[in-house]
Nanobody, 120 residues
Framework: QVQLVESGGGLVQAGGSLRLTCAAS?????MGWFRQAPGKEREFVAG????????GYADAVKGRFTISRDNAKNTVYLQMNSLKPEDTAVYYC????????????????WGRGTQVTVSS
């Protein structure tokens, strides 16, 4: 069992930056981020494997978002730059004890989410 706690969400103007942090209660092989905007389906944002040598991103965030992790702290980060109003969503941290693909959608564990709001 792994518990995930997200932090770092908030309100930011378009073009601004935010850094999301997810603290896990234990080790997880693959970790990542999903998001869900009002009235829309949940979607994959980014994923990273244990070593950090493999990462994956949704096309909508490539070049703007960067995922990283600190295994000594069981923590994963999402640096979000050049934010757009369409990035507004609840962002969920995910983790899997299995070596799933970084772009998987069936992660075992999910956090409760943190709200990110980008104003125009």
């Amino acid at each position: 069992q792994v518990q995930l706690v997200e932090s770092g969400g908030g309100l930011v103007q378009a073009g601004g930056s935010l850094r999301l942090t997810c603290a896990a209660s234990g080790r997880a092989f693959t970790m990542g981020w999903f998001r869900q905007a009002p009235g829309k389906e949940r979607e994959f944002v980014a994923g990273i494997n244990w070593s950090g040598g493999s990462t994956g991103y949704a096309d909508a965030v490539k070049g703007r978002f960067t995922i990283s992790r600190d295994n000594a702290k069981n923590t994963v980060y999402l640096q979000m730059n050049s934010l757009k109003p369409e990035d507004t969503a609840v962002y969920y941290c995910v983790a899997d004890l299995r070596p799933v693909l970084v772009t998987a959608t069936n992660y075992q564990y999910w956090g409760r989410g943190t709200q990110v709001t980008v104003s125009s």
